[in-house]
């Protein structure tokens, strides 16, 4: 299991840019494919970006596709969501999340271990 601490939520207005991190715990982290997923209030978690340790395989929701950016690096542990033009509906908690299935999909259940959470709010 990999130990996940998200960090870099915060408020903004609509328009502007967030970088959330993730650092990461274990020997073994490049061999895990890492997610972004994110939960509003009222609504259920959602996929937002993942990525292989190569960076071979990565999606993104259609929702963020040209705004966002997943980036790892693996000398550090550590994996980034770089978000752009920031909407409203773009406020939610974020998690990190890890899994360590080979054939992994963009979705959640197959991610076992996740961070604490960190909030990201963009103001109209």
């Known amino acids: 299991q990999v130990q996940l601490v998200e960090s870099g939520g915060g408020l903004v207005q609509a328009g502007g840019s967030l970088t959330l991190s993730c650092a990461a715990s274990?020997?073994?982290?490049?061999?895990?494919?890492m997610g972004w997923f994110r939960q509003a209030p009222g609504k259920e978690r959602e996929f937002v970006a993942a990525r292989n340790w190569s960076g071979a395989r990565t999606y993104y929701a259609d929702s963020v596709k040209g705004r966002f950016t997943i980036s790892r690096d693996n000398a550090k542990n550590a994996v980034y969501l770089q978000m752009n033009n920031l909407k409203p509906e773009d406020t939610a908690v974020y998690y990190c999340?890890?899994?360590?299935?080979?054939?992994?999909?963009?979705?959640?259940?197959?991610?076992?271990?996740w961070g604490q959470g960190t909030q990201v709010t963009v103001s109209s």
């Open positions: 274990g020997r073994t982290f490049s061999t895990y494919g």
């Open positions: 999340a890890a899994t360590l299935l080979t054939a992994w999909r963009p979705v959640s259940v197959d991610f076992g271990s």
